[in-house]
């Protein structure tokens, strides 16, 4: 695994490193001592699988309030995504900013994403599957999110919102 650093603090795309051979491939996509090794969070307490049946669908913007901010391992493993992060951290230098990935099946790359931020994606194809890890388990009392338009933060998706949940639509506009 490479890890790159991102222009956010803590944010890494980590790009896979695939061993080939004539039966096919063999990939590492999670090594707990070298994510220690790079001084980030290689706790796993729970991994969720997201299947999105249609192109333009967008989850998102999701964290969890204190004391239960979670740290995020995001991969594409069907399909494709535009995956996207805001940085929650007020005494971060891209406090209020998003950064944005494409991840999808062929390119090998996850991000890595810390505690502070919260985190959505849009599917770019029709049955696209994106699993995570995360470090800490579902608090659904905790739970909180961003709308994918919100004012202050005016993401550009690359796709019209086809499809998005009730609750990820009416998120009160965010105060920064
Ligand atoms: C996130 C989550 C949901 N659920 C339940 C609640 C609900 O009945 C159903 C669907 O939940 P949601 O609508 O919140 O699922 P979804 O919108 O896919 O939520 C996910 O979005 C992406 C962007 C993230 O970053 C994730 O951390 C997570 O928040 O699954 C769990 O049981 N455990 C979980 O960890």
Not at 57 to 86: F, S
Not at 129 to 146: K, L, P
Request: net charge negative; glycine share 6%; charged share 20%.
């Amino acid at each position: 695994m490479i890890f790159r650093e991102t222009p956010f603090i803590g944010l890494y795309l980590i790009e896979l490193e695939p061993i080939e051979d004539e039966r096919g491939s063999f990939t590492r996509t999670f090594c707990s001592e070298e994510f220690r090794l790079h001084g980030i969070n290689p706790h796993v307490a729970q991994c969720n699988l997201s299947y999105n049946r249609k192109r333009g669908t967008i989850r998102g913007m999701h964290y969890q309030l204190p004391p239960y901010e979670e740290v995020k391992l995001v991969r594409c493993t069907q399909g494709a995504i535009q995956d996207v992060v805001i940085d929650l951290r007020p005494e971060s230098p891209t406090y209020g900013q998003w950064y944005t990935t494409e991840l999808n099946k062929h390119n090998h790359k996850m991000l890595y994403i810390p505690e502070g931020f919260a985190h959505g994606f849009q599917s770019l194809l029709d049955d696209t599957e994106v699993f995570y890890q995360m470090s800490r388990a579902f608090v659904a009392e905790a739970a909180a999110g961003i709308r994918w338009n919100d004012p202050s933060f005016r993401i550009t998706w690359p796709l019209p919102c086809c499809v998005i949940s009730n609750k990820d639509q009416n998120y009160p506009d965010y105060a920064l």
